[in-house]
């Protein structure tokens, strides 16, 4: 069973940094798969912030252009999102996504809050 768990959430200040990080486990290749951080925010849709393609290609949502990088480490089944510049607006659960195939797999979520 293929399972990915978030960590690296919490509280930070305008101007903050957090470094989220996402691990798999299971019987997975994890160097197939496509690998995306979303999030969502209370009322709203859920939107894609991130992705990483099994290759490296980056892409980034408008909103955090500059200021976020996605990063994957296939030797420890890891995803990473360092944000930096954080704002009020990046106020959400954060989730990561693995994809191939047909297949989708999620996280459970991390909350990010920045506030003052």
């Known amino acids: 069973q293929v399972e990915f768990v978030e960590s690296g959430g919490g509280l930070v200040q305008p101007g903050g940094s957090l470094r989220l990080s996402c691990a798999a486990s299971g019987s997975i290749f994890f160097r197939d798969y496509s690998l995306g951080w979303y999030r969502q925010a209370p009322g709203k849709q859920r939107e894609l912030v991130a992705s990483i393609t099994r290759g490296g290609s980056t892409n980034y949502a408008d909103s955090v252009k500059g200021r976020f990088t996605i990063s994957r480490d296939n030797a420890k089944n890891t995803v990473h999102l360092q944000m930096n510049s954080l704002k009020p607006e990046d106020t959400a659960v954060y989730s990561c996504?693995?994809?191939?195939?047909?297949?989708?797999?999620w996280g459970q979520g991390t909350q990010v809050t920045v506030s003052s």
């Open positions: 996504n693995g994809h191939i195939g047909s297949a989708d797999y």
